[in-house]
């Protein structure tokens, strides 16, 4: 069973690697927004919509109790990777309570890269896939792979909004790091996608 954590600023390129080594290792790929979307009629998801058409972030309480429920499906028997969780230092001492994590990759970009990249980003919103015009455009401009639907860009996808994510992930993300030393790989993420994949696969194997 491998657990494992996927870390870096925003524009690391953290999502995409981990559906690659989802795929390759056979285990689910979970995302905050993922778990979120999944959710089906019940208490669990009245909450978090209570919570978010107030404008409000999701307790971290909540969001702990929605993964515990999505990591005991059978799918996660072999193990699971987490993307976007935790964000800092309180959800990691939450997430210990229901999960052993065995790996923590770290996707290392500098805070420049970061913003060439994210005012490239654009995504589907049907089905979620995210795409750059520079690094990972769509087959056709501006249409999505997956369900051909059109592509946008986040209204927050601008470099003084990202300038602030970074200064957010920098002073509460980043000190985790510290806290997964032990079993904490970084690798460099401003190489092509299929070489930080191989690199990664090698860390986790």
Known sequence: MTNIIFIGPQGSGK???AKILAEKLNIPHIST???FR???KGPLKEEVDANIN???LVPDELTVKILKQRISNPDCKKGFILDGFPRNLDQAKLLDNIAKIDKVIEINISDKL???RISSRISCKKCGAVYNTITNPPNKENICDQCQNELYRRADDNPE???KRLETYHKETKPILKKYQSILDSIDGNQEINKIAEQIL???R
Request: charged letters at 30%.
């Open 33 to 35: 927004g993922d778990l």
């Open 161 to 163: 909004a990202i300038k």
């Open 202 to 204: 090698e860390k986790t």
């Open 15 to 17: 999502g995409t690697q």
């Open 54 to 56: 107030q404008g409000k």
């Open 38 to 40: 999944g959710l089906t």
């Open 114 to 116: 970061a913003i060439e």
